[in-house]
């Protein structure tokens, strides 16, 4: 099935641990994202790769770091966790950056994240 | 900073009605898109509209793109238990970046 896949659906630590989401899609898109969404359901960008490029770096604490090692994958490292990054992280991935008319975002399932 | 209002944020209504909900803005979008989200889920896009007044329709469901591109609706007719869920819109700005709105969470009782 073409996809965007992300591991895992859910995950519970404590406050200060740090923590990976993997993130793959096989849809052959250049552009990957990070979203988080927050108890209000409000998607706030995190993140855009494009063809492994950072293009996208919106205001999130430097405790949070995006890898791309291929344009296939985007994972997203979380140091020193925190209550308040209790959240569910999306990652999407779209075709290279063009009018949005010609496509939609494909989205991931969720990782729901639980800092306690 | 371009913002996407929608409207209600809430609405839990009977099985066989109708309903409209809205996503507003002051900024012109180069096009909208209405994406559905069920719960432990991504959003799933639904339709992207891109001229100012065009009307798609998807079965039961009736989306329009506002004459000056700032405004979307959504109408559902006959509403199903099995629309339930997050309703989301997206404009494009003029760096084909997407702008979220916060949503409409629909319930829809049988």
Redesign the interface.
């Given at each position: 099935d073409t996809a965007?896949s992300q591991t895992p659906k859910y995950l519970v630590t404590q406050m200060g641990n740090d923590k990976s989401i993997k993130c793959e899609q096989n849809l052959g898109h250049d552009t990957m994202y990070w979203y988080k969404q927050d108890s209000?359901?409000?998607?706030?960008?995190m993140f855009?790769y494009n063809n492994k490029e950072l293009i996208?770096n919106e205001t999130v604490p430097n405790r949070f770091s995006p890898k791309s090692p291929d344009k296939a994958h985007l994972n997203l490292h979380i140091n020193s966790l925190e209550l308040g990054d209790s959240a569910v992280y999306?990652c999407?991935s779209s075709p290279p950056?063009?009018?949005?008319?010609n496509y939609?975002?494909?989205?991931?399932?969720?990782t729901r994240l639980t800092v306690v | 900073t371009q913002l996407l209002e929608q409207s209600p944020q809430f609405l839990s209504i009977q099985e066989g009605e109708n309903l409209t909900v809205y996503c507003n803005s002051s900024s012109v979008f180069s096009s909208l898109q209405w994406y559905r989200q069920e719960p432990g889920e991504g959003p799933v896009l639904l339709v992207t509209v891109v001229t100012g007044g065009e009307v798609k329709k998807l079965k039961r469901l009736t989306f329009q793109f506002g004459d000056a591109r700032k405004d979307s609706s959504l109408h559902i007719t006959a509403a199903q238990p099995g629309d339930t869920g997050l309703y989301l819109c997206a404009g494009e700005n003029s760096n084909y970046q997407l702008i979220w709105g916060a949503g409409t969470k629909l319930i829809i009782k049988p």
């Amino acid at each position: 099935d073409t996809a965007v896949s992300q591991t895992p659906k859910y995950l519970v630590t404590q406050m200060g641990n740090d923590k990976s989401i993997k993130c793959e899609q096989n849809l052959g898109h250049d552009t990957m994202y990070w979203y988080k969404q927050d108890s209000k359901k409000f998607l706030k960008i995190m993140f855009s790769y494009n063809n492994k490029e950072l293009i996208i770096n919106e205001t999130v604490p430097n405790r949070f770091s995006p890898k791309s090692p291929d344009k296939a994958h985007l994972n997203l490292h979380i140091n020193s966790l925190e209550l308040g990054d209790s959240a569910v992280y999306f990652c999407a991935s779209s075709p290279p950056l063009q009018p949005a008319a010609n496509y939609g975002y494909t989205f991931g399932s969720g990782t729901r994240l639980t800092v306690v | 900073t371009q913002l996407l209002e929608q409207s209600p944020q809430f609405l839990s209504i009977q099985e066989g009605e109708n309903l409209t909900v809205y996503c507003n803005s002051s900024s012109v979008f180069s096009s909208l898109q209405w994406y559905r989200q069920e719960p432990g889920e991504g959003p799933v896009l639904l339709v992207t509209v891109v001229t100012g007044g065009e009307v798609k329709k998807l079965k039961r469901l009736t989306f329009q793109f506002g004459d000056a591109r700032k405004d979307s609706s959504l109408h559902i007719t006959a509403a199903q238990p099995g629309d339930t869920g997050l309703y989301l819109c997206a404009g494009e700005n003029s760096n084909y970046q997407l702008i979220w709105g916060a949503g409409t969470k629909l319930i829809i009782k049988p």
